[in-house]
């Protein structure tokens, strides 16, 4: 089992950006927190974090056939980019959406997510703790997945044997 985790622009900056409204846990930090949670479930994680729209794009499609979900706060492409939007939906990997703030208690126009459509579920508004929330959901969510698919192998595999 495989979690990328995919970090838009600024988010490098993360423990000195706007403290009051993003707090003052560094990236590095969020990231250390995680790998503990992937630890103890067995998973493999992967962090990337870009200031360009392209990379995001291209970190998206190398998911394809490499991983089982994806965790990804798009930032301020959030409300611009109808291409990282394109990208989660083409490679179809059950993605969830963070946001350390709460876009709607911000201006208006982050109220609007281009990308949260095309996502699994959009956890926001609780900081840091919500890339710990997103990790459990992925983890449910690909798991609920590979327990679906291995009942399907079983039935598959009872009905070769009932058809011989
Ligand atoms: C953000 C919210 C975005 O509106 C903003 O552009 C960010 C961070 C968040 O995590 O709260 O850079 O995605």
């Keep these: 089992m495989k979690i990328v985790v995919i970090q838009g622009p600024n988010l490098n900056m993360l423990g000195m950006r706007e403290q009051n409204i993003y707090g003052p846990m560094k990236l590095e930090d969020i990231h250390a927190q995680m790998r503990d949670v992937a630890e103890q ?9 870009s200031n360009l729209e392209g990379e995001i794009v ?3 499609q190398e998911c394809l ?5 994806i965790i990804i706060n798009p930032a301020a492409y959030t ?17 969830v959406e963070v946001h350390l703030s709460n876009i ?3 201006e208006e126009f982050r109220h609007k997510s ?14 840091p703790f919500g ?16 327990a679906m698919k ?7 595999a009872q009905a070769a044997l009932q058809a011989n």
């Design 41 to 49: 479930n067995n998973t493999e994680i992967e962090f990337f974090q």
């Design 58 to 60: 291209d970190r998206l």
């Design 65 to 69: 056939g490499d991983a089982d979900g």
């Design 79 to 95: 409300h611009t980019s109808i291409a990282i939007r394109d990208a989660i939906s083409a490679i179809q990997i059950p993605t």
């Design 104 to 106: 709607h208690q911000r």
């Design 114 to 127: 281009l990308t949260a459509p095309v996502c699994a579920g959009q956890i926001l508004g609780f900081g």
């Design 131 to 146: 890339y710990h929330l997103a990790m459990i959901s992925i983890l449910q969510i690909t798991n609920e997945i590979k």
């Design 150 to 156: 291995e009942a399907q192998q079983a039935q598959q």
